[in-house]
């Protein structure tokens, strides 16, 4: 079993930042892909940043040039920075990991979220 375990939520005004954390555990030899997705009330999960093994990144339209996706291999751990926040970033955020978790088998596993609320 993969466990991700994402930490760093909160609340925060209009134009603050905040870091979200995932840090991967359990049985697998490798992190592929992470990425982070989020979910506002009413409105289906989307993606909002993904980071690839060799370091490629992609991002949503709505958050290219305020987050930036990283990770840390040698600690399992991936982080979104998110700056400039906006009232429309306010959503649950869900960190995803495809590993593998032998020679020939890959799974895709999700984290529980972290609520992030942007408000003055």
């Known amino acids: 079993q993969v466990q991700l375990v994402e930490s760093g939520g909160g609340l925060v005004q209009p134009g603050g930042s905040l870091m979200l954390s995932c840090a991967a555990s359990g049985s697998f030899s490798r992190i592929n892909a992470m990425g982070w997705y989020r979910q506002a009330p009413g409105k289906q999960r989307e993606l909002v940043a993904a980071i690839g093994s060799g370091g490629s990144t992609n991002y949503a339209d709505s958050v290219k040039g305020r987050f930036t996706i990283s990770r840390v291999n040698a600690k399992n751990t991936g982080y979104l920075q998110m700056d400039v926040l906006k009232p429309d970033d306010t959503a649950v955020y869900y960190c995803?990991?495809?590993?593998?978790?032998?020679?020939?088998?890959?799974?895709?596993?999700w984290g529980q979220g972290t609520q992030v609320t942007v408000s003055s």
């Open positions: 995803n990991a495809d590993v593998s978790t032998g020679p020939y088998t890959r799974g895709n596993y």
